[in-house]
């Protein structure tokens, strides 16, 4: 059943001129455009069309998708970004607006998804500058990997992983190189990334109701970023599954989506697509990537995880994976000031993980080796027995104890008791920390 959905907003109309108005609030280093309603434009605010001694890297395309585009302008990626309507593409005069804000002798790369309205718009906004004398390249990115060939009238579809050819696109710009020389390394990486998505739920347009399209436990393979059908609706599965479904789909040979074979080196991203939590994120990301190196024989060099380009509050994540080679890491390494490009995850990887560190050993009146006794006593069996029968009666009280503490706190104790009880029953057991666990029967008997 359609409900109407609880949101943030004042008029539904004004959602994206008011989140301009926040963000640039919110980030010094950028400006809009004075040209509210129509013109909806975030550009840097270090940047004066008339001066700029570099290529400007310009995107946009309809609102909902946040932070894409407008999180991503910043010195080393975009220059502007032109915002259109909730899932509807920017008007011409605005992105032509954009152009004449922040473009220079050096000319202007426009980086367009694959979606009709998007080709159109800036198409006509890319000639229109021409004959005013700019000097105008643009790249089409379509990383879809959820339809089968011939890939539908249109093309594949432009997500997530045009971010990527964002800040490879302003590295680049940034050296100073010719509008040629960005474009041809722009379009290189589009032409290395593919993506896949996956929804558990669809999304809800400000100030109308959620549709009931995916029932209880289902989900929908391939649906596009502003609700589009996807490639199939299936019966939820554990993210295991899931992300190998997607990596596979991704990675097909006989489809040829991205040319990536055995061996090749890989970057690799996961998207949520807006009301996905950071945990679930992670846990896919962690699950994809010894997929990658096991399964697909794969080098995975870099790994971005969070909300790049979402659809509002649809929950769910994509997957993009892109051919690295060194100019492309570099690329990728190179610093930005863009405010939602993750930080921290350049350069290479130490080990995942590390031991843990062990107590310090101290001296000990016993002798003897520190394991389990050749028999126990009466009262080490009465103790044993006694540890393992509590254990099992907390576990029995697991929903008994959560509903208790829902009343009076986060509803968990009972689940928190589990764990600690399993715990305990795996230290008597556990050959590892018999020793400790006899030492302390020792002490007790």
């Not at 010094?28 to 001694?53: E, M, N």
């Not at 009301?275 to 990301?285: K, V």
Request: proline letters at 7%.
């Amino acid at each position: 059943m359609a409900f109407q959905d609880k949101k943030l907003i004042n008029n539904p109309n004004d959602v994206v001129t008011e989140f301009i108005e926040g963000l640039v609030e919110t980030y010094p280093g950028l400006q809009y455009l004075d040209g509210f309603p129509q013109v909806k434009v975030v550009l840097r605010a270090d940047v004066s069309g008339g001066t700029y001694d570099k290529v400007a890297i310009i995107s946009g395309g309809g609102s909902g998708h946040e932070p894409a585009h407008a999180g991503f302008v910043g010195e080393g990626m975009l220059t502007a970004a032109i915002c259109g309507d909730v899932f509807a593409s920017p008007p011409v005069d605005s992105i032509l607006a954009g152009i004449r804000a922040v473009t220079g002798p050096m000319g202007c790369l426009l980086i367009v998804t694959n979606y009709t309205g998007d080709r159109l718009n800036f198409g006509l906004a890319a000639e229109q500058a021409k004959s005013e004398g700019y000097k105008v390249e643009t790249v089409i990115v379509g990383d879809d990997c959820a339809l089968p060939p011939p890939r539908g009238i249109a093309g594949r579809r432009g997500l997530a992983g045009t971010i990527l050819v964002h800040k490879i696109a302003g590295a680049a710009a940034a050296t100073g190189i010719s509008l040629a020389a960005v474009a041809t390394e722009a379009r290189r990486a589009s032409e290395m990334v593919g993506t896949m998505g996956v929804a558990l739920s669809v999304c809800t347009l400000p100030g109308q109701v959620t549709p009931d399209r995916l029932g209880p436990g289902k989900m929908e393979l391939g649906l596009g970023v502003h609700g589009e059908p996807g490639a199939a609706v299936a019966d939820l599965q554990p993210v295991d599954v899931i992300v190998s479904h997607v990596l596979k789909q991704i990675l097909s040979p006989e489809t040829n989506y991205v040319p990536i074979t055995r061996g090749s080196r890989v970057v690799l991203m996961v998207n949520g697509l807006g009301a996905t939590p950071a945990m679930e994120l992670m846990i896919t990301s962690g699950k994809a990537v010894p997929k990658l190196q096991l399964e697909h024989g794969l080098a995975v060099d870099r790994v971005y995880t969070g909300s790049f380009m979402t659809s509002l509050d649809m929950a769910g994540f994509s997957i993009s994976i892109m051919k690295a080679d060194q100019a492309i890491l570099q690329r990728l390494d190179a610093p930005t000031k863009a405010p939602y490009w993750p930080v921290g995850v350049d350069g290479n990887h130490p080990p995942a993980k590390i031991p843990v560190p062990l107590p310090p050993s101290h001296s000990t009146k016993i002798d003897e080796p520190l394991g389990q006794p050749a028999q126990l006593n009466e009262q080490g069996h009465i103790l044993e027995v006694a540890i393992e029968a509590a254990a099992n009666a907390v576990q029995n009280l697991r929903d008994e104890l959560n509903d208790w503490d829902s009343k009076v706190g986060d509803g968990d104790c009972g689940s928190t008791e589990v764990s600690h009880a399993k715990s305990y029953v795996c230290c008597v057991r556990c050959i590892e920390v018999q020793q400790q666990f006899w030492k302390t029967c020792r002490i007790i008997l």
